[in-house]
C-alpha cells in the first residue's frame, strides 16, 4: 500500500465570502448565482493579477493563496475596490459584498491542490469574522507588510478564534480610495464586542504589567466554551433599550453621524424618572436588524425598543423613530421629525419628550443644553467624537483631539466638555499611559462642564472616578450620588461607584451596584468584570465563575481584569495546571511569565527556596519598571508572609503610590487586617477618618477583634 505524501510550506491564505449569499438566493436564486459568479470570476481575476492561484471554492467564497503577504493585502484591497465598481455597473440589484481574512502560516499541500492546516484555518476565522466589506489580517501578515502598506490598517488587538488556541493578533483594513487611506470614523464591529475597541498589543501588554497580577490574581482557565449564547434576561417593565438607528444617507461615512444622534437620544431618556434604559454597549449588539424585539427584549430585559432611522441630505436632518412593546411587538407610537441642522437638540429632546409620554412617565427637571447654539460643524464633530469615544482603543486619542476643538470653538457645550473629560479619564486604560498625565485634564474639563451645567451627570460621574484615585473618599461618593441622583441609568456613574465601593471596602454595597450595572448592560463585558469583582470580594466563588466565565467566552483578552478573576479563583482552589495553562497562553513579557511561573511554584511548594527565587524575581523586575505594591501585596499573603505584604504596602502609602486600593481588601489578604500596621495603612490612605463618618466596612465582621474595625461596635 503507497502512503499518501503531503508537503509543507509557508503561505499567504486569503478567504473570501460572499456577504448574505443564502438570502439572495431566498429572494431570486437564479439572479443570485449569476451575481455570485461574476464575484468570484472578479476575485480570480484579481488573485491571478497577483500571482496566486484559487485552490478551494469554499460554500459561497473562495479560498486562493498568494506568492507574498504584501500581494495578498494588494490583492484583497482590489477586490474590494472592483467589487464597488462591478456593483455601480448594477444598479438595478442589490450590491454585492465580500469579507476578506488574510493570514500568513504552516500549511498542508494535499495531492490535488488543496491546501489545509492552521495558516488556512486562521485565515477562515478572520474572514469569518469580518464585518460586511471588511478585511482584515492577522498580526503575522501585517509583520510582513511593515514599510509598504501598514499605513492602511489599524490595530485591533487579540482574539480567540474558534478552535485555535492561542490568541491571534488582528488588524483592520481602513477603507480605501485609490490606494489611499480614507479619512473615515470606524465602523463598529463584531470584534470588539460592539462598542468597545479592543486593546493595542502593546497597550494590552502594558495594561498586564500596570493591572498585574491583580494582586498577582492575573486571570484563570481556559472556559471559552465558545458558542454559547447569552441567557436571556427577566423581563422588566419600563425598561427601553435604544437600539442603533439606520443610516439611510446616501454617505455611508454619515455613519458616525446615525449612531451620534442615536447616542444622545439615549442620553436624553436616561433622564426619565422611573424608566431604566439600557446601556450602549449592550442595545448596539442588535445593529444587523435581524433578531425580532420578543428575542432583544428576552436577551435585554426590556419590556420597550426604540428603534428607527436618519437620512442626511445637505442641510436637512430626517430622523425616524418608532416604539415597539417587545411583549407583543406592537408598535406604541411613531413620528418622523425633519429638520435643520441646527435644530438636532429640538429633535432628540422632541423624541424623548414624546416617549415620555408614550410610557407614561415624565422628565426629570435636570435643564438641558437646546439653548446653547453650537455651529453646524462643531456639533458634527461632537457627534464623530461620540462615536470615536465608544469605540474605545485606539480611537481614544482621536477622541481626545476632537473634543479639544469642540470645546475649543463651543466654549459653554457643557456635554463637549463633559465628553472630554470622560475621553481623558478612561485614555489611560485602553492605552497604557500613566493616570497622572490626563488625571488634572479630565479634571479640569469636568469642572469647567459642572461650571456651566451643575446637573452634568456624565462629568459628576467623571470627577467622582478621579476623586477615588485620588483617595478623597467624601467627594468621590459625593459626586457618584449626586449623578445616580440625577440619572439612575447612567451606566458610567453606576459602574464606576461599584469601582468606588469596591475601594472602600464596603463590598455588599459594591455588589448591589454592580448588580443593578449589570442589569441595565447585561451584555457589555465590564459589566460581568465587575460584577464578577464585587461577587469575588464577597465570597460568592460560583457566582465571580459564572460572571468572568460568561464575559471570557463571549469577549476574551479584550477583557484583562475578566482573565484576572479567572486567574485568582484557579488559585484559590489550587488549581495550578489551569493558571499555568492560561499563562502559557496569554501573551505577555518574559519577565512577568518568569513571576507568574515562579510565584505558582512557590504556591506549590513553599520552599525557602523557592520563595527566594520569588524575591529575586520582583527584584530584578523593579530594576527595569516600578512594580505595583498589589503584586507583591497579594503575593506574600497568599504565601503566609504577613510582614513582608504589609511592608510592600506601607511603602506605597509613603509613596503616594497606592492606586488599587480595593486589593487591600482582597479575601487572600484577610489574615492582615487584624494587624496594627494594617490600621496604620487605612488611616493614613483617609479611610479610617471615612469609615468612622460613614459607615465601617462589613469586612469587620470577619476581623472582630482588629484594631481597624475597633470602633464598628462603639
Known sequence: ?????????????IAVDVCGYARLVEENEDRAIAAVDECRALIASVIDRHGGRIFNH????????????????????????????LNALHPDREPLCVRIGVNLGDVVTKPDGDLAGHGVNIASRLEALA??????????????????????????????LKNINAPVGIYRALSVQGGKPEARAPAVHRIMGVGQTPIKKKAFRLRLIAAGLSALALGAGLLWALGRQPTSVAISER??????????????????????????ILSALVRLEDVTVIGRSSSFQFRDGETSSAEIGNRLGASHLLEGSVRREGDRVRVSAKLVDTTNGVHLWSDSYDRHLDDVFLIQEAI????????????SDNGTEEDVAIPR?????????????????????????????????????????ASLATALHVQPAYTGMAEETVAERAIAAANRALALHPDNASALAVLGAQKRRQGDWPGAEGAFRRALDLEPSNISALYWYGEFLLSVGRIEEARTHLLRAKAIDPLAAYTSAGLGWALYFSADIDGAAREFDEAWT?????????????????????????????????????????????????LEVPTGENIDGLRQIFAALDNAMPVPYYWRYEAYARLGLSDEALSAAEIAVTAGAVRNYQALFTPSARALWDDPRFQAITENLGLTAYWDKTAWPPFCAHAPQSTVCGKASL
Open 1 to 13: 500500500m503507497s502512503e499518501t505524501r503531503f508537503t509543507r510550506k509557508l503561505a499567504t491564505i
Open 58 to 85: 469554499a460554500g459561497d467564497g473562495v479560498m486562493a493563496e498568494t506568492p507574498s503577504a504584501v500581494e495578498g493585502v494588494r490583492a484583497a484591497f482590489q477586490i474590494q475596490r472592483e467589487l464597488q465598481d
Open 131 to 160: 464585518e460586511p466589506g471588511e478585511t482584515l489580517i492577522s498580526h503575522a501578515v501585517f509583520e510582513q507588510v511593515r514599510g509598504t502598506v501598514e499605513e492602511l490598517f489599524e490595530d485591533a488587538g487579540y482574539e480567540k
Open 239 to 264: 425598561t427601553i433599550a435604544v437600539l442603533p438607528f439606520t443610516n439611510m444617507s446616501e454617505d455611508s461615512a454619515n455613519q458616525f453621524f446615525s449612531d451620534g444622534v442615536t447616542e444622545e
Open 352 to 363: 424623548a419628550d414624546d416617549i415620555a409620554m408614550a410610557l407614561k412617565a415624565r422628565l
Open 377 to 417: 460643524d462643531v456639533y458634527d464633530l461632537y457627534l464623530r467624537g461620540r462615536y470615536l469615544l465608544s469605540q474605545r482603543g485606539a480611537a481614544l486619542p482621536q477622541a481626545v483631539a476632537i473634543f479639544e476643538t469642540v470645546t475649543q470653538q463651543a466654549e459653554d457645550f457643557s456635554d463637549g466638555w
Open 554 to 602: 463571549r469577549f476574551g483578552l479584550k477583557v484583562p481584569y475578566v482573565w484576572e478573576g479567572l486567574y485568582s479563583l484557579a488559585l484559590d482552589k489550587g488549581d495550578y495546571p489551569r493558571a499555568r495553562q492560561l499563562i502559557a497562553e496569554l501573551p505577555m513579557p518574559e519577565g512577568i511569565k518568569a513571576l507568574h511561573e515562579q510565584f505558582i511554584t512557590a
